[in-house]
């Protein structure tokens, strides 16, 4: 019954497409589109791919599966979950729950980027966007990348605060699949570039020298980031999951479409670094900024194109942000027992006071001779989520489901009300084994090499 009010009050999970849907929208974002393809550029191209690919059908599978089944079973978002399942780790629930905190401000700085770039290519500025040092010169601005960042997060704010969360998703519905189309148009247009083969083979062929433990590192904090784990967001949306939906096949969709949106975006944008001239050295960040107006630029209809694309990619980063801040708008509701609007307002401050200095980090910005760990403000709240946070909280959580509450009981879970659940060995034995293990054996190593002890 309590899960019945549940359902009528969000009003969406009635079946499997719904929660795929829901889920998606959540995952497929600025790191499928922004993110991904600049890591698989600056860690090693198809070794970076290959062993992004490995940990994701079993790394990714095991924890996206284990975090709605904690939802589904308990009920309840992070926090409460941990709590309801064992007092003992509780802090489990706090301390994921700090992560979005970390993520949003810089999400919207990165969502104000790509709407100042949907805004210069509806004026008709393609070719400005396209020339040498535009992006530089933007970011190292010390208003505009501010000024983006409050227009992104404000309607990031309208939509969770006035709730038109439906809307969005219906529009979204309609926008993913044309996103889906277009990044495989350009794709296409990408590849029959001179030059370009020679990207691709970096993009696919593997190349087992430039194999190192920060690879790994890298590339499992970029799987927990596109696949919006381990900081709670997925067993919130199990909680709204009905029993008779099999999670087995909804977490296989899931991770199609995610998996499938970030090859494609890398295959659009690592390619054409190799045959676009003048972008040799856009490493970073600003890869997808840099690179994808030089192909707009140079392609017939490109100032369409390339208004069309950076609308849609604003539509994916804006699912995924409304996403981001109900989840640290309901952290902070339950946490100090606050209303809504109160909650929401306090969000903003946060937002403000972490995503300013994130807007000004960057290119030649007031702020970017500042630096902690050799990190500008905003790599450095990239970093700390995705490298370090995550899989601390993956490795706790394996722990926990592994050996404290054991991984039958999500397996129960998963076959409640006579559905399958084919890969449940495989699902303990990385929960149990293989997760545990490689998340410290890469910690450790990425440390260690991190501080130069260790050279690969
Ligand atoms: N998964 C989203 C993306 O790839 C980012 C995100 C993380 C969204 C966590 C919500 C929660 O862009």
């Not at 490995?54 to 095991?62: D, I, P, R």
């Not at 991770?255 to 040799?280: H, K, R, S, Y």
């Not at 303990?428 to 084994?433: D, E, P, S």
Request: aromatic content about 12%; some cysteine.
């Amino acid at each position: 019954m309590k899960n019945k009010t549940k359902l009528e009050n969000r009003g969406t999970f009635t079946g499997k497409i719904g929660f795929v849907l829901a889920a998606a929208g959540s995952a497929v974002g600025l790191g499928n589109i922004w993110r991904f393809p600049y890591l698989a550029a600056e860690y090693g191209g198809g070794i970076f791919l290959l062993v992004y690919l490995l940990l994701a059908v079993t790394l990714g599978f095991a924890l996206m599966a284990a975090e709605i089944l904690i939802g589904r079973k308990t009920g309840l978002s992070a926090v409460s979950a941990f709590k309801k399942l064992d007092g003992r780790f509780s802090f489990l629930g706090s301390l994921a729950s700090i992560i979005p905190v970390i993520i949003l401000p810089y999400y919207c700085v990165i969502g104000g980027w790509v709407m100042k770039y949907s805004a210069t290519f509806a004026f008709g500025e393609m070719n400005a966007a396209a020339a040498d040092g535009y992006f530089t010169e933007f970011i190292s601005n010390p208003i505009q990348p501010i000024g983006w960042f409050l227009l992104f997060l404000g309607v990031t704010a309208v939509v969770v605060l006035f709730g038109v969360e439906k809307g969005v998703e219906r529009v979204s519905k309609i926008m993913m699949p044309i996103l889906v189309v277009m990044v495989l148009g350009v794709s296409v247009y990408v590849l029959c570039q001179p030059g370009a083969i020679e990207g691709v083979k970096y993009y696919l062929v593997p190349d087992f020298n430039n194999f190192k433990a920060t690879t790994i590192l890298a590339a499992m904090g970029q799987l927990f980031y596109s696949m919006s784990l381990a900081m709670g967001i997925m067993i919130t949306y199990g909680s709204y999951m009905k029993k008779d939906v099999n999670v087995e096949s909804s977490v296989h969709n899931i991770e199609i479409f995610d998996t499938g949106i970030a090859f494609l975006a890398g295959l659009m944008i690592v390619p054409a670094v190799f045959a676009t001239q003048g972008v040799e050295m856009a490493k970073g960040p600003g890869l997808m900024f840099i690179v994808l107006p030089k192909v707009f630029a140079k392609m017939p209809g490109g100032a369409v194109i390339g208004f069309i694309f950076f609308a849609l990619v604003f539509f994916a980063a804006i699912t995924s942000s409304i996403s981001l801040m109900e989840t640290v708008v309901s952290i902070v509701k339950d946490k100090f027992k606050l209303g809504r609007k109160l909650s929401c307002a306090i969000v903003l401050a946060i937002c403000l006071i972490l995503g300013i200095p994130s807007a000004l980090s960057n290119g030649e910005g007031i702020l970017s001779g500042f630096k902690i760990i050799g990190f500008g403000f905003l790599d450095f709240c990239d970093f700390a989520s995705n490298s370090v946070l995550m899989p601390i909280v993956a490795l706790i959580t394996c722990i926990f489901i592994g050996y404290v509450l054991k991984p039958k009981a999500l397996i129960e879970e998963a076959e409640a009300e006579g559905n399958t659940f084919k890969a449940k060995r495989l699902f303990t034995v990385v929960i149990k084994y293989v997760a545990p293990i490689c998340i410290v054996l890469i910690l450790a190593f990425s440390i260690l090499e991190a501080c130069g002890i260790l050279t690969v």
